[in-house]
């Protein structure tokens, strides 16, 4: 049984800074109410010229380098996002030509909890085909967001991170466990544009292209399905929650996160969060909160990493690393 080891890693996010003072002033709010309710004081905003691509493109390629690797080394490309690049090709298309990579590609549309699905993904991949895999999640819903949606628009921000995997004799993997429910499909959406309702003059008039949220059954869904998912982890585990050294969730907002954490009793001073600098960057949100706690040497080995998302659908996926691995046998 092959395992893997996450070898490199790199995020990008954009330069604009959007700001809950800005977004107070511009939707007629308080800004203490933003960030009491959500959490997040700032957010970054794609600027022209700047696209899901684009951003995977630069976190694919820093993640590379710490890796020491290139496209050429590439066996397969994983983009993890719900903002793509454009109805078709995929959005991996784009992010495989620009950094020359070798092998295949494909996109993983989980909504939030795409990064977790796709590490799951390539874990499986790696077991039949032991050659790097470059995970990244990536997403711009800014741009899908009606700039006069209160409940959506002091949520979302735009980033993207990456993560090379590398065939290793030590499994990293302790447990995993992911899930859905399709019959919550109607909590975040965005109706038209597809094949069921493709886009008319009438559909963009009536703005039915922008994201649709409603908050309430996210939140509930979000805690009861995440604690789920986590509690199902630890005990295919058979690690209690004072064992957990770093808990990285989708980083949707603060009291989602905090109510997660209440229910299945971990420890917020393990949290990883950036919340507050970046906002909800959906696919993007655990990667780049991890990168951030390998750069400032806040995970070492040995350490137990647990990694929680929800998304939009209904999805969610949790899986638990033992940073450095251990050895199979």
């Keep these: 049984?092959?395992?893997?080891?996450?070898?490199?890693?790199?995020?990008?996010?954009?330069?604009?800074?959007?700001?809950?003072?800005?977004?107070?002033?511009?939707?007629?709010?308080?800004?203490?109410?933003?960030?009491s309710r959500c959490g997040i004081k700032e957010r970054r905003i794609v600027g022209p010229g700047q696209t899901t691509a684009s951003l995977a493109i630069d976190a694919g390629r820093k993640a590379m380098e710490k890796a020491g690797v290139t496209g050429a080394d590439i066996a397969h490309l994983i983009v993890a996002t719900a903002t793509p690049e454009q109805l078709s090709p995929a959005t991996s298309a784009f992010v495989h030509h620009e950094l020359g990579i070798a092998g295949s590609a494909h996109d993983v549309n989980a909504e939030c909890s795409g990064f977790v699905y796709s590490l799951m993904t390539a874990a499986g991949w790696m077991l039949m085909d032991p050659r790097p895999i470059l995970i990244i999640g990536s997403d711009t819903h800014s741009l899908t967001v009606n700039p006069k949606d209160r409940d959506l628009s002091i949520l979302v921000g735009d980033g993207a991170g990456a993560v090379v995997l590398m065939p290793s004799p030590d499994t990293w993997i302790r447990a995993w466990n992911l899930g859905a429910d399709g019959s919550k499909h109607d909590s975040l959406k965005v109706v038209a544009g597809g094949?069921?309702?493709?886009?008319?003059?009438?559909?963009?008039?009536?703005?039915?292209?922008?994201?649709?949220?409603?908050?309430?059954?996210?939140?509930?869904?979000?805690?009861?399905?995440?604690?789920?998912?986590?509690?199902?982890?630890?005990?295919?585990?058979?690690?209690?929650?004072?064992?957990?050294?770093?808990?990285?969730?989708?980083?949707?907002?603060?009291?989602?996160?905090?109510?997660?954490?209440?229910?299945?009793?971990?420890?917020?001073?393990?949290?990883?969060?950036?919340?507050d600098r970046y906002g909800n960057t959906a696919s993007a949100s655990i990667p780049l909160a991890m990168a951030e706690a390998l750069d400032n040497g806040r995970i070492n080995d040995g350490d137990l990493v647990l990694l929680a998302g929800f998304g939009a659908g209904m999805t969610w996926g949790s899986v638990l690393l033992e940073w450095g691995g251990v050895r199979n046998g």
């Design 1 to 35: 049984m092959n395992g893997f080891e996450i070898a490199g890693w790199g995020v990008s996010v954009p330069e604009t800074v959007l700001t809950s003072v800005e977004l107070a002033d511009r939707l007629g709010l308080d800004e203490e109410w933003i960030v």
């Design 195 to 275: 094949a069921r309702m493709p886009t008319t003059a009438e559909t963009v008039e009536q703005g039915l292209h922008y994201a649709k949220i409603n908050g309430n059954e996210i939140y509930l869904n979000a805690v009861r399905f995440t604690v789920r998912t986590v509690k199902a982890t630890l005990e295919q585990a058979k690690v209690g929650v004072a064992d957990i050294d770093h808990i990285i969730p989708h980083q949707a907002n603060i009291r989602i996160i905090n109510s997660i954490l209440s229910h299945t009793g971990l420890d917020p001073a393990k949290l990883v969060t950036n919340l």
